[in-house]
Structure formats: C-alpha cells, structure tokens
C-alpha cells in the first residue's frame, strides 16, 4: 500500500498580508463609532491591493455596506458625466492621494 503525504496547510504566517496598493495595511484601521462598523469594512476580509473588485454591490439592499470603503471612495470620484466610467483615473487619484497623507502625517 502507498503512503500518502499531506501538504502541510500553510500557516497564516506564511500568508503574505495584503497591503492597499502593495504599501498600507489595513489591520490596525479601527472604526470607533459603534454604529458605523457594520458599514465601514475595513476588516482582513474586506482587505485587496487594489481598489477595484468589479464586484456587484448594488445588487440587493444594504449590500454596499460589504464594499471595502477604500473602492466606495473610488466609485465616489466617477460621479458626474465627464469621470464616469473612468475607474483606473480613480484609483490612480486615490493612491496619489494616500501618498500625499502619509508622506504628511509620516
């Protein structure tokens, strides 16, 4: 009889952690007001690189709420006729935008 090897399952810290545009983290983000928790996701779930899931948020009520808030910041700048649809505009804003914050708050 043939012996099976398991993998061994990777440990979370083996898991590189996902870092806003590669720079910021966004583990030691709190939301301190209790009522905006439910609708501000900032949590290891709602962690990407990139702010641009093309996820379908709208789809049924309140569902927004589960958005990474960073990407509802970055739909908010498509608004009015000339920006919309231009996401990749947005997301480059918002990164320079989180450059210019931390190089003045350090």
Request: proline share 6%; charged share 25%; glycine share 4%.
């Given at each position: 009889?043939?012996?099976?090897?398991?993998?061994?399952?990777?440990?979370?810290?083996?898991i590189?952690?996902?870092k806003?545009?590669?720079?910021?983290?966004?583990?030691?983000?709190?939301?301190?007001?209790?009522?905006?928790?439910?609708?501000?996701?900032v949590?290891?779930?709602?962690?990407?690189?990139?702010?641009?899931?093309?996820?379908?948020?709208?789809?049924?009520?309140?569902?927004?709420?589960?958005?990474?808030?960073?990407?509802?910041l970055?739909?908010?700048?498509?608004?009015?006729?000339?920006?919309?649809?231009?996401?990749?505009?947005a997301?480059?804003?918002?990164?320079?935008?989180?450059?210019?914050?931390?190089?003045?708050?350090?």
């Amino acid at each position: 009889s043939m012996a099976v090897e398991s993998m061994p399952l990777p440990q979370p810290a083996d898991i590189p952690e996902i870092k806003l545009f590669g720079r910021w983290s966004c583990y030691d983000v709190q939301v301190s007001d209790m009522s905006l928790q439910d609708y501000i996701s900032v949590k290891e779930k709602y962690a990407k690189y990139l702010p641009h899931s093309a996820g379908r948020y709208a789809h049924k009520r309140f569902r927004k709420a589960q958005c990474p808030i960073v990407e509802r910041l970055t739909n908010s700048l498509m608004m009015h006729g000339r920006n919309n649809g231009k996401k990749l505009m947005a997301v480059r804003i918002v990164k320079h935008a989180f450059e210019i914050i931390h190089l003045l708050t350090g």
